[in-house]
């Protein structure tokens, strides 16, 4: 795809990108994971969820068969949470239960610091102790500042600090796509 740029961003997936990253993604957790029955996609808030969703339906196509999918929220859980000038939204956490035999796959669209994994890690076990945990992400920024790496990734997006990556989903009256920012 080639790369549209406007004023300040970049587009760098457009619609039809993002649908066949997530469909990689969802081919490599099919391999990496022989029982699918055994998997849990747990959403990140807010794209994190539609991410799980789409990926789920793709594995039930491809496969024929159910994939459970939550949502984490790391909200409590975030190191910087005494630190912020504005209080977090929290949202529900809501995962299905039980997790001790079960590989939980965090989704989030973009990883960048580290940090928001880590606290979905923290949440996550604050609900039991699953077999394995594995991370999928439409976008990897770099940029860590913890030892956390993606599992599946969808598009390696080497970034400057200051530059953000905006990514639109499915949002009312949008180009669905994902932009390099810079502001």
């Known amino acids: 795809m080639n790369e549209k740029r406007t004023n300040k961003s970049i587009l760098v997936m457009d619609a039809g990108a993002i649908q066949r990253a997530l469909r990689r993604i969802a081919h490599e957790i099919i391999e990496r994971n022989p029982d699918l029955n055994q998997i849990i996609l747990a959403g990140i808030p807010s794209r994190g969820n539609e991410i799980a969703r789409r990926i789920a339906e793709t594995i039930s196509t491809i496969e024929k068969a159910h994939i459970a999918v939550g949502t984490i929220d790391v909200a409590m859980h975030r190191d910087d949470v005494g630190t912020r000038t504005e209080l977090p939204v929290v949202r529900a956490s809501d995962l299905p239960l039980p997790l001790e035999t079960k590989t939980v ?79």
Do not use: C
């Not at 990897?140 to 639109?168: C, F, M, Q, S, W």
């Open 105 to 183: 796959v965090i989704v989030d669209d973009v990883l960048f610091t580290g940090r928001t994994v880590r606290a979905a890690m923290d949440a996550i076990t604050s609900f039991g102790r699953p077999a394995r945990i594995q991370l999928a992400v439409l976008i990897d920024r770099g940029h860590r500042e913890l030892p956390i790496r993606a599992d599946y990734v969808g598009k390696n997006l080497p970034t400057a600090p200051d530059e953000k990556v905006r990514l639109r989903l499915g949002e009312e009256g949008s180009e669905e796509g994902v932009w390099l920012v810079n502001e």
